[in-house]
């Protein structure tokens, strides 16, 4: 079966298509981290995205923070920054104030690695979306914008499922105990 195929199936309704939306999410997603994972060297794409965004940040970043601006677990980032220590590119520290809680701090080599590999990453990027007009480009940030609201909202839906499902359990066992 052929992509082409697969577009002429799922446009026929609003239905099919918010599944093949969902299911390109999925896929390009794939695709890019595979190419990325060839093309960076020495690190990975999902490390490369958590060196670029504590280098972003004015103050170091907790494995939470991380986690939840990269839209993962706090393990998953917990597992990228102790790979990038080994490699020399971050420190993990304890946080001052709270014990509990690691921070990850960019190295020097972190700044070198950036200096001389961020180049070629930007010119694949440019690449990827040099088929685009800038009008294309706005309305896909408008609309992968967007998307942070529709998976904001689910997450709230599938928490509160949760939320009440637990309740439910809890009055069930209240029951079999009277």
Same mark, same amino acid.
């Given at each position: 079966?052929?992509?082409?195929?697969?577009?002429?199936?799922?446009?026929?309704?609003?239905?099919?298509?918010?599944?093949?939306?969902?299911?390109?999410?999925?896929?390009?997603?794939?695709?890019?981290?595979?190419?990325?994972?060839?093309?960076?060297?020495?690190?990975?794409l999902k490390q490369f995205m958590l060196l670029s965004v504590i280098?972003?940040?004015?103050?170091?970043?907790?494995?939470? /923070?991380?986690?939840?601006? +990269?839209?993962?677990?706090?393990?998953?980032?917990?597992?990228?920054?102790?790979? =990038? *220590?080994? %490699?020399?590119?971050?420190?993990?520290?304890?946080?001052?104030?709270?014990?509990r809680a690691f921070q990850i701090c960019p190295t020097e080599k972190?700044?070198?690695?950036?200096?001389?590999?961020?180049?070629?990453?930007?010119?694949?990027?440019?690449?990827?979306?040099?088929?685009?007009?800038? /009008?294309?480009?706005?309305? +896909?940030?408008?609309?992968?914008?967007?998307?942070?609201?529709?998976?904001?909202? =689910? *997450?709230? %839906?599938?928490?509160?499922?949760?939320?009440?499902?637990?309740?439910?359990?809890?009055?069930?066992?209240?029951?079999?105990?009277?």
């Amino acid at each position: 079966m052929q992509i082409q195929e697969l577009i002429q199936r799922f446009s026929g309704s609003t239905d099919r298509q918010c599944k093949a939306i969902f299911s390109t999410i999925f896929i390009i997603g794939n695709r890019l981290q595979t190419l990325f994972d060839h093309n960076i060297p020495e690190i990975t794409l999902k490390q490369f995205m958590l060196l670029s965004v504590i280098r972003q940040s004015k103050e170091p970043l907790t494995f939470t /923070e991380s986690g939840k601006l +990269l839209g993962c677990s706090r393990q998953n980032i917990k597992k990228l920054a102790y790979a =990038l *220590e080994k %490699k020399g590119f971050v420190d993990v520290k304890k946080k001052e104030n709270d014990i509990r809680a690691f921070q990850i701090c960019p190295t020097e080599k972190c700044g070198q690695y950036f200096e001389t590999v961020f180049f070629s990453y930007q010119k694949d990027l440019n690449h990827l979306f040099e088929i685009y007009s800038d /009008e294309e480009i706005q309305q +896909l940030f408008r609309l992968m914008m967007k998307l942070y609201d529709g998976t904001d909202h =689910l *997450e709230q %839906k599938l928490r509160k499922e949760k939320t009440r499902e637990k309740k439910q359990l809890s009055l069930q066992k209240g029951d079999a105990h009277e």
